[in-house]
């Protein structure tokens, strides 16, 4: 799910990149936002970082004894967050026995046990499937799943999940 999050962030800008062309600062504390907005990636609460909408204030600098200045700045950005029990579209990457791996947004694993996927059978090959009746699971195929459970591993910045296909209306598209 997007969610449109308010955050207030400290801004240090060395002594090498500050200006007095206004103009010029302002740039330097944007692309510093911007770097450390992408430098990030993901929060526990928050998800993973998307897109900066709006730089709502540029607060007062302070300066450090280090010589550099620090800008408190507020601004809105757009997260993505998974949620146990929501309804989302993934793309299939890899196929095996036991299950199928999904790339959904930014979120590049997401899981899908055999055992959650009722009625589907494995069938092996040089390009392996799924098969139930005449619907079909295959690489680079849009499935939509249920999230059963996500976590986050802080050291990789990244969130894992587990899905299923147990429900209505949820399978290929």
Known sequence: MFLKSQLSWNISIPPEELHLDALKLRKSIYVRLLAEFAEK????????FIAVTTVDKVGEGIVRHSGEVVFPVDFSCI???????????????????????????PLENVF??????????????????????????????????????????????????????????????
């Open 41 to 48: 990636k993901a929060t526990e609460e928050l998800g993973y």
């Open 79 to 105: 997260t993505f967050k998974v949620f146990t029990g929501e309804v989302l579209r993934g793309v299939v990457h890899k196929i095996y026995k036991h299950g199928i791996f999904l790339r959904c947004g």
């Open 112 to 173: 899908i046990s055999n055992e959650t996927m009722p009625g589907y059978c494995y069938v092996p090959g040089e390009n392996p499937i799924f098969m139930r009746d005449t619907s079909k699971i295959e690489k680079d195929a849009e499935v939509r799943f249920v999230v059963i459970e996500q976590t986050f591993q802080e050291d990789t910045k990244e969130f894992r999940a587990v899905g299923g296909l147990e429900g209505d209306f949820l399978g290929p598209m």
